[in-house]
């Protein structure tokens, strides 16, 4: 980088903009000290609104037993799959005898010499 030309302008610019952004942000930031002055009574501070007390949304005991009834109901699915599993394995046993059962009749009536 080459020095510029003029440099006195260059760094009056600089400094400008440095200061622009530094005043620009003390302009944005909130504030937050108050500055207490000797002899200043501080009727005024407790005179402001309280602070907000935040109350979590959900305390653990809610959760637990939020987390019980779904423990409880997932359990009941699971009996009533396994239910009718056991159910339709049955009908596919008693399904599966019968045919088997009239298979081999046919099968001994064609095979007959």
Do not use: Y
């Amino acid at each position: 980088m080459r020095p510029p030309r003029d440099q006195g302008l260059f760094l009056t610019v600089f400094i400008g903009i440095c200061v622009a952004v530094v005043l620009g942000m003390w302009v944005a930031l909130p504030v937050h000290i108050k500055v207490v002055i000797e002899g200043e009574d501080m009727e005024e501070e407790s005179a402001g609104p309280e602070p907000l007390t935040l109350k979590p949304a959900v305390t653990p005991e809610e959760r637990i037993e939020q987390m019980e009834r779904a423990l409880s109901l997932a359990q009941a699915a699971v009996k009533d799959l396994e239910k009718s599993e056991s159910e339709k394995a049955g009908s596919e046993k008693a399904g599966s005898n019968k045919v088997g059962t009239e298979k081999a009749g046919s099968e001994k009536k064609g095979s007959s010499p």
